[in-house]
């Protein structure tokens, strides 16, 4: 698990030097820099959907699973359990002041600093969620081979910090749900892995593309998705992929 705890502790480490600079830094710095870190999602996103082997398959999973997301809130939930987080942290029973732009306040130092919780929900996804993570987790249980989980290290190292700047110390708590995910596919890696084949792959990575382009234009104040709700589009996406190959595409 060498690759997972590596990954873990970039996200933690990240978040508590963001928190520390984020005073030092100016406004317009982390502005520019959370635009750059859009723009990585976006490569990322565009370099995953590039493995893509049934197109009709992956978009029919991208929008069943953000219905599903939809109809079962995952997105209010993900935003509580930051509520719940902010609450841990600061021991104050503050309460959202802004239904519509989930922001809810902490109190510090004497001043009253904001989180944004819809910003919480895209660092949430990108870090825990992300195809990158979850295939890297898988692979490594499979193989041994961590080179993925050390490559998204290197990127969440410094999106943490970022983030941190905004959201404060709550951005290292990430790490928490990250941690639980990733040794969770990871253990589950010996069944689940023998049962795939490498279209299903291709296809769960260009379905966790769609996801970091999604989260690529939201970091970068282009558009915003909802992301959280597009996660259970990375759970349907291989059933379908196989449905798709071995029934579906022999009657066409």
Not at 61 to 84: N, Y
Request: proline share 4%; aromatic share 8%; net charge negative.
């Amino acid at each position: 698990m060498t690759g997972i705890i590596i990954n873990v502790l970039a996200v933690a480490i990240g978040g508590i030097l963001g928190a520390l600079l984020g005073d030092k830094l100016s406004e317009d710095f982390v502005k520019a820099l959370n635009s750059v870190f859009g723009i990585c999602a976006l490569g990322m996103g565009i370099s995953s959907l590039m493995l893509m082997e049934n197109m009709p398959a992956v978009i029919l999973a991208v929008i069943l699973g953000t219905v599903i997301g939809l109809v079962i809130h995952l997105g209010d939930k993900i935003s509580g359990f930051g509520v719940l987080l902010q609450k841990l942290i600061t021991k104050e029973e503050d309460k959202l002041i802004d239904e519509n732009e989930a922001v809810s306040l902490i109190q510090k130092d004497g001043y009253t600093k904001h989180l944004d919780v819809s910003l919480f929900v895209t660092a949430m996804v990108l870090f825990c969620s992300s195809g990158t993570g979850i295939y890297g987790s898988i692979d490594a249980g499979m193989t041994g081979n961590i080179t993925i989980l050390l490559s998204k290290s290197v990127l969440d190292l410094f999106t943490a910090m970022i983030f941190a700047c905004s959201l404060g110390p709550i951005t290292s708590l990430i790490a928490v749900p990250q941690l639980i995910i990733f040794v969770v596919l990871y253990l589950l890696a010996g069944t689940i892995f023998p049962l795939t084949t490498p279209e299903m792959i291709g296809d769960f990575k260009a379905c966790g593309g769609f996801i970091l382009l999604a989260t690529g234009l939201r970091i970068a104040k282009i558009k915003e998705f909802p992301i959280a709700d597009m996660i259970p589009a990375m759970i349907i996406v291989m059933p379908i992929s196989y449905i798709w190959t071995a029934y579906i595409i022999p009657l066409l």
